[in-house]
């Protein structure tokens, strides 16, 4: 199995080059706080809409989750952040069990599951956090044994950043760790007009070029390259037959961008308008993912949704 650094550059070795099977290397320290960011602009709808189809349906959710089996629950999310929302999950989830619970936050960002743990602390004191600093793309997680009912979220959409057969790996591995009766939560993001989905990842601010840019200073500082970023700008494609939204990074000039990697010296070597494939966010047709759930041995048990049909919550079953 190669290592990262040698995936990284035989990614830009590549033609078309590509890190697009690398989307965790956005989310650096610098890379999770202007992630934060993004969640905010007015034109990224996927985090606002899940956030009210979550606060109008969580105790729905809770409920429908537990299934009336009077069993303890507990909540493990992949990718979770600052937690933000799922704070209101949690909070729920504490008023229908009327004691403390258990919530295992999963996330490469040490920072941002110490800002989760900080705020949930305010928020919902009855929540008793036990965070994993992991990648869940590279490294299985363990879940210690568990009597009651057991919950893994996946929302925000994180699904879409994958391809089908790395997706379906992240799901088999969580259906893995699951029992009979216990649950996943899936948010995803649905197919829609691309005059929607391209502002949502070209906001006017420039924060989700600055996402994408940050990604050379990632290169730059941990893996020994010197990409001037003056020389490159994020590009935004909508691709109709794959169903996805490309990011790309796009060289201004044609150039070499060199990289030191164990004490060996290589040359990237760019034209002018060459691109780096850096991340796809994959829109879904509800066909598309009942079968990835399917594929990864789980059944649809209901859906939420907003009014325009833009953002599902889903809830599967072992
Ligand atoms: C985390 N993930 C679901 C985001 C998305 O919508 O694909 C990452 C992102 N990239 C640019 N903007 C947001």
Not at 39 to 63: C, F, G, M, P
Not at 67 to 96: C, M, P, W, Y
Not at 248 to 261: D, Y
Not at 289 to 300: E, R, S, Y
Request: include cysteine.
């Amino acid at each position: 199995m190669m290592n990262v650094a040698d995936e990284i550059l035989s990614g830009l070795v590549n033609h078309p080059k590509s890190l697009s099977n690398l989307q965790w290397l956005h989310y650096d320290h610098e890379g999770s706080l202007i992630f934060e960011k993004i969640v905010l602009q007015d034109e990224y709808y996927v985090a606002r809409t899940e956030r009210s189809i979550l606060k109008s349906n969580a105790d729905e959710i809770i409920v429908k989750t537990v299934d009336n089996r009077n069993k303890r629950l507990r909540i493990v999310e992949l990718g979770a952040g600052t937690a933000s929302k799922t704070s209101i999950l949690l909070a729920a989830a504490v008023k229908h069990q009327g004691s403390a619970i258990d919530y295992f936050p999963i996330d490469v960002s040490s920072s941002a599951l110490t800002e989760a743990q900080s705020s949930l602390t305010c928020l919902v004191p009855d929540v008793c956090v036990i965070p994993q600093i992991k990648n869940y793309v590279t490294d299985e997680f363990i879940l210690p044994n568990f009597d009651g009912c057991t919950l893994v979220i996946y929302i925000g959409s994180s699904i879409g950043n994958f391809s089908r057969e790395e997706a379906t790996r992240i799901l088999s591995h969580v259906h893995k760790q699951l029992k009979a009766g216990d649950a996943l939560l899936l948010g995803v993001d649905m197919c829609q007009d691309p005059a929607v989905l391209l502002p949502a990842y070209n906001d006017k601010n420039g924060v989700t070029s600055a996402f994408h840019l940050n990604v050379l200073r990632h290169l730059n500082r941990e893996f020994g390259y010197n990409f001037d970023l003056d020389q490159f700008r994020y590009k935004v494609i909508w691709n109709k037959h794959h169903s996805r939204v490309e990011k790309h990074v796009e060289s201004l000039c044609s150039q070499q961008v060199k990289c030191i990697n164990q004490s060996e010296e290589h040359i990237i070597y760019f034209n002018q308008g060459e691109t780096i494939h850096i991340e796809d966010s994959q829109k879904f047709t509800n066909e598309q993912i009942t079968m990835l759930l399917n594929n990864a041995a789980f059944q649809i048990e209901h859906i939420w949704s907003d009014e325009h049909k833009w953002v599902n919550i889903i809830l599967a079953r072992v």
